[in-house]
């Protein structure tokens, strides 16, 4: 079955912590991306990937990082985690113009 | 910068009641459009998508869109909600490489 994967689903974490949010499909997609989803503001992109090795920011990106060492992964990483990045993601990967999100990684930083 | 909005924040209908929820982005160039659904607790599933050719789309579940390019407009549009509609919905716009602008999206209620 195609899908995107993500783990943690649910995370509670403590400032400072540092931590890490997977993220994998088995669609051999060449696009991936981050978002973070706050309520009346929508989705925001964080970060996206192109492909193995090529990441950019999208519009939200203070606070994070990303790799792409393989096709299929693409972590979050949240070196210093703070309240306010406590928020719902999503990991999306697409090979056109659609994109295929993950279930959703609740994250509440205390 | 590209731009959704979504005008609707809370909507409330009855079941059986016609649905419109609007949808205007701003951006001059080609667009592709988009729709997603948010059932609570789940993540996000298409509705529809447009891309060119027919400006009225229609999608899974009963839902369609039209899209008027001179409104810069994507209204989704049923004609009779059931209360299993019940979720969040997103209006996206794709105006760059692979890049999805999402509106804030339009909360419905349907009551049975």
């Known amino acids: 079955e195609a899908q995107v994967t993500q783990n943690p689903r649910y995370l509670i974490t403590v400032t400072g912590k540092k931590l890490t949010v997977t993220c994998s499909q088995n669609m051999n997609h060449e696009y991936m991306s981050w978002y973070r989803q706050d309520p009346g503001l929508g989705l925001r992109q964080i970060y996206y990937s192109m492909n193995v090795e090529v990441t950019d920011k999208g519009d939200v990106p203070e606070g994070y990082k990303v790799s792409r060492k393989e096709k299929r992964n693409f972590p979050l990483i949240l070196e210093s985690p703070s309240p306010n990045q406590t928020s719902l993601y999503f990991c999306a990967s697409s090979d056109s113009y659609e994109q295929y999100f993950g279930p959703g990684t609740r994250l509440t930083v205390t | 910068a590209q731009s959704v909005s979504q005008h609707n924040h809370h909507v409330i209908l009855s079941e059986a009641a016609s649905l419109e929820l609007g949808c205007n982005y701003s951006?001059?160039?080609?667009?592709?459009l988009f729709w997603y659904v948010q059932y609570p607790g789940q993540h996000l599933q298409l509705l529809l998508k447009?891309?060119?050719?027919?400006?009225l789309v229609k999608g899974i579940k009963g839902f369609e869109a039209e899209f008027i390019k001179s409104k810069f407009s994507f209204n989704l549009r049923k004609p009779s909600v059931q209360w299993s509609d019940t979720a969040e919905y997103f209006c996206?716009?794709?105006?760059?490489?692979?890049?999805?602008?999402f509106g804030t999206g339009t909360r419905l209620l349907v009551s049975p």
């Open positions: 951006y001059g160039g080609t667009v592709n």
């Open positions: 447009y891309f060119s050719g027919d400006p």
């Open positions: 996206a716009v794709n105006a760059g490489f692979q890049k999805l602008v």
